[in-house]
Structure formats: C-alpha cells, structure tokens
Nanobody, 124 residues
Framework: QVQLVESGGGLVQAGGSLRLSCAGSGRTSSYYAMGWFRQAPGKEREFVAAISWNGGSTYLADSVKGRFTISRDTTKNTVYLQMNSLRPEDTAVYYC?????????????????WGQGTQVTVSS
C-alpha cells in the first residue's frame, strides 16, 4: 500500500505561483510513475502532468504547457508541480497519483494510488 499526501495549495492572485508537493510513504519504491490531476467545481477530473519513474519523461496537458513543470526527488519520494502564471481557470482541487511501472501515463485509470487532494484557488 502506498500513501500520498499533497501540500502547497492555497489562494493566489492571477499571475502568481504555487508549488505543490506530493510525498509518498508506505510500500514506496522509486519504480512508480507519478501524475497530477485536477478537478474544478462541476467538472470532471482532468489530467495535468505526469512524470516517469526516473524523471526522464514528462507530459503536460496543453492547457498548462509553458506554465507548469513537474519534477521529482526520488531520494525523498516526493513529486512537485511548479505552477507559474496562474489563471482563475486553474482553480481546482489538485490530486497526485501513483502507478506501478515506470512509464508516465495521462489516463486516470492507469493510476492505482491517490492522494486526498489540495485546493488551489486563483483569484482574478
């Protein structure tokens, strides 16, 4: 079993930045790909970013390319989502997820373990 805990969410003005962290514990190993997803009020959860087990491959949703960056520190079992130039439409609950197997994926069903989510609110 793997436990994931997100942190770093909050309220920020449009144009600002936040860095989300997701710390893994339990039966963790470095051979997990990680992803970030988000769910805005009244909308379905959507893919944001993913990173392979060794950080060699990353994927970003078109809506966040050029503004968000995903990275990981395998020594700390932690994955990060750096969010710059935030917009009101980025407001959502952000979830991190882990999947066994090293390849990053963009689909929810590929991920086995999920965190509880952290709220990000961007004011205009």
């Amino acid at each position: 079993q793997v436990q994931l805990v997100e942190s770093g969410g909050g309220l920020v003005q449009a144009g600002g930045s936040l860095r989300l962290s997701c710390a893994g514990s339990g039966r963790t190993s470095s051979y997990y790909a990680m992803g970030w997803f988000r769910q805005a009020p009244g909308k379905e959860r959507e893919f944001v970013a993913a990173i392979s087990w060794n950080g060699g491959s990353t994927y970003l949703a078109d809506s966040v390319k050029g503004r968000f960056t995903i990275s990981r520190d395998t020594t700390k079992n932690t994955v990060y989502l750096q969010m710059n130039s935030l917009r009101p439409e980025d407001t959502a609950v952000y979830y991190c997820a882990a999947r066994q197997g090293g390849a990053a994926r963009t689909e929810e069903y590929e991920y086995t373990y999920w965190g509880q989510g952290t709220q990000v609110t961007v004011s205009s």
